[in-house]
């Protein structure tokens, strides 16, 4: 019985021994049969199953990190204009227009007009005032000699006929006479009888006595005058005479 037992396993062993020959001595048939055979890699070998340079970040088997994306440009902001916005935006609608400057006009005069007369217009001079070589005047108003520039605050001083009370026009009477571009004030008396004559200081104490005398030939004769003009009038301002010649207007 125990030799029956032996025989037995020895052929058991027989059979096993048998079996893996014939796996080593046909690898095909291994395949075939649908397992392959596991062969040795050799150590400097690659693993296949790594990724190119070695195990990744994080130990093996494990996914490599991701890497963050370079940030790109910022959005813009709520309500922030765009570039170049504010050029192209259209005119705000009903935006008034800049109105143009008026254009620049002559003073007018600042109050009605006056009187229009027929004058007879002379003159008289430093030289052949009375008394002669003197400004001296009867009755003054705005100035205590004879003197004015011509303008509506500083006119010009007028002698009229009459003297006292009997005065043609009483002292402070005020008058424009276009033909000089000058205003003058009744301050004087002693010019010779005759309607409406009115006999202008033209100064000339720098002038000589035929230079005056010539200054007031060429305003001499009959004109027009305002009786009590408001101011804005053209004016050609300084005493008649001056700077040893006759100032009238051109």
């Given amino acids: 019985m125990l030799r029956a037992v032996i025989a037995v396993g020895?052929?058991?062993?027989?059979?096993?021994?048998t079996g893996c020959q014939?796996?080593?001595?046909?690898?095909?048939?291994?395949r075939t049969a649908g397992t392959d055979p596991i062969e040795p890699r050799p150590a400097d070998a690659p693993n296949p199953a790594e990724p190119p340079g070695g195990?990744?970040?994080?130990?093996a088997g494990l996914p490599a990190p991701l890497t963050p994306a370079a940030p790109g440009p910022a959005a813009p902001k709520a309500g922030a204009p765009r570039a170049g916005a504010a050029a192209s935006r259209p005119a705000t609608p009903g935006a008034a227009a800049p109105k143009p400057s008026p254009a620049k006009t002559a003073p007018k005069a600042a109050g009605p007009p006056g009187r229009q007369l027929r004058v007879s217009l002379t003159g008289y001079s430093y030289h052949d005032n009375s008394p002669a070589g003197s400004p001296e005047v009867c009755c003054g108003v705005l100035h205590e000699n004879a003197g004015g520039r011509g303008t509506y605050a500083d006119p010009i001083t007028v002698a009229v006929p009459g003297s006292g009370s009997g005065m043609d026009w009483k002292p402070g009477t005020r008058f424009y006479l276009p033909k000089l571009q000058r205003y003058v004030i009744v301050e004087d008396?002693?010019?010779?009888?005759?309607?409406?004559?009115?006999?202008?200081?033209i100064d000339g104490r720098d002038g000589s006595r035929s230079a005056t005398d010539?200054?007031?030939d060429r305003i001499t004769g009959r004109s027009t005058a305002e009786l009590n003009p408001p101011p804005g009038r053209p004016v050609l301002a300084g005493p008649i005479f001056s700077g040893g010649k006759c100032r009238l207007p051109s």
């Avoid at 020895?10 to 021994?17: D, G, N, Q």
């Avoid at 195990?55 to 130990?59: A, E, L, N, T």
């Fill in 10 to 17: 020895a052929a058991l062993a027989a059979l096993m021994l």
């Fill in 22 to 30: 014939a796996d080593r001595a046909d690898p095909a048939a291994a």
């Fill in 55 to 59: 195990v990744p970040p994080g130990g």
């Fill in 189 to 201: 008396s002693g010019a010779s009888s005759g309607e409406n004559h009115l006999d202008v200081w």
């Fill in 214 to 216: 010539d200054c007031m």
